[in-house]
């Protein structure tokens, strides 16, 4: 007897061979994508509230910056940096115009981003404070990517296991505590690394005056604040950056993920003059940084975000979706956290692990994915709708009263 096997079944097999296993996926193989919908292989339609963990925070194929792709194509893609292109420099312009910085250094991942930021701060504290043999203070339960440097300061045991070893110069203290964090400070601190609002961690939001007292303890300490909004940034939460919602400007912005538009990887370091001028020739770079195809991406998405359409949209309908999960506190779910179109949403355990909630909801055509434990994350394209919120609602209740 012959089984059929679907091509979804088929690639997910090929995928077990030949892709290394980093990652477990929820079982939707992908075909294409427009606005907030993915379609699978086998034309079944999904919702997506995952955004590629923010990536595509202005929904798949957004036609404003697929046309700019489309046309940097057909013009030069890359040149690396050994000559100018008529693209970086007013991507550098408007990406520094809109962070309220004067440079930018164009990075391609995220990780890429924070490993930059922390060369910068590190030069930065010998450089200009004369600082050998420096220190950064991070926060506990952060994720900031996954390079050698960056799992070192991380605490989670599956990231770091079997890497060291591990790169010095770290100290951690709790999320949300500035005394521990003032504590921490000492002659040698150069900098503090902080996402606003913990992303992977579960999209946990600091209390209000946590932000505030960081940027006087660096600005008294004549440290620099360096703030992650790679996951939290560019509209995501309702405003251009997370550390808007507290008025605190840092002294870093590391940017990624959705300023590539979704199409590129795009990353950036932002920064005032005597900060990024530590920089000379030679002492960093990357090929692909900056190439013309990602900065004609990344200039559209700083046009798109002048206009500020999305960052109202995610505060509109983010106070939609979180009423929504709220009503469900008591039914299933336990607590539920976050800003904008951006939620964590801790399920009770009895419904099963967040793996096997989303693994349900993906059936159901809703694709969500777990950040840790019973914690699953909200974070759709800033182009739902309030009916198709509600829509992902109704199959979450779904999920939930069948597993009770
Ligand atoms: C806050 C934060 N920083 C850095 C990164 C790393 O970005 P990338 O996966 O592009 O290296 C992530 C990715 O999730 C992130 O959420």
Same mark, same amino acid.
């Given at each position: ?65 697929? /046309? ?20 970086? /420099? ?48 991070? /926060? ?68 209000? =005056? ?98 500020? =359409? ?51 909801? /993906? ?42």
């Amino acid at each position: 007897m012959t089984t059929m096997v679907s091509r979804s079944e088929s690639l997910i097999d090929l995928d077990s061979r030949h892709v290394a296993h980093n990652y477990s996926p929820l079982p939707v193989v992908a075909a294409s994508a427009d606005g907030a919908w993915i379609t699978d292989v086998e034309s079944r339609r999904y919702l997506d509230c995952l955004a590629a963990y923010s990536a595509v925070n202005f929904g798949h194929r957004h036609p404003e910056i697929i /046309a700019a792709a489309h046309a940097q194509l057909d013009a030069v893609t890359l040149v690396s940096r050994a000559f100018h292109s008529d693209r970086l /420099a007013p991507f550098c312009a408007a990406l520094a115009d809109l962070c309220g910085k004067d440079m930018v250094l164009p990075m391609n991942s995220g990780a890429e981003a924070v490993e930059s930021g922390i060369k910068v701060a590190r030069k930065w504290g010998l450089d200009v404070r004369g600082i050998e043999d420096s220190n950064i203070v991070v /926060a506990q339960n952060n994720f900031h990517g996954r390079t050698t440097t960056i799992i070192s300061f991380s605490d989670d045991e599956t990231a770091r296991r079997g890497f060291g070893p591990y790169t010095p110069g770290f100290r951690s203290v709790p999320f949300g505590d500035a005394d521990a964090l003032a504590r921490a400070v000492d002659d040698r601190t150069v900098a503090v690394l902080l996402e606003p609002i913990q992303g992977e961690a579960g999209i946990i939001v600091p209390p209000d =005056d946590y932000l505030p007292r960081v940027r006087a303890l660096c600005t008294a300490r004549g440290i620099l604040m360096i703030a992650d909004e790679i996951q939290s940034g560019l509209a995501r939460t309702g405003a251009t950056f997370a550390c808007d919602h507290w008025d605190v400007v840092p002294d870093i912005y590391l940017l990624g993920k959705a300023l590539g538009g979704g199409v590129v990887p795009l990353s950036a370091v932002v920064a005032d003059r005597d900060v990024l001028d530590v920089l000379h020739p030679g002492e960093h770079g990357s090929t692909f940084g900056g190439n013309p195809l990602a900065a004609a991406v990344g200039s559209t998405v700083v046009d798109i975000l002048r206009r500020g =359409d999305y960052q109202r949209r995610a505060t509109d309908l983010g106070d939609h979706l979180h009423a929504r999960l709220r009503s469900l506190i008591g039914r299933g779910v336990i607590a539920v956290r976050g800003k904008g179109l951006w939620a964590g949403v801790d399920i009770d355990p009895v419904h099963g692990t967040g793996k096997q909630v989303s693994l349900r909801l /993906a059936q159901r055509g809703v694709l969500v994915k777990d950040t840790h434990g019973s914690t699953l994350r909200f974070a759709p394209p800033l182009v739902i709708t309030a009916d198709e919120i509600d829509w992902a609602i109704a199959r979450f209740t779904d999920v939930l009263s069948e597993t009770a």
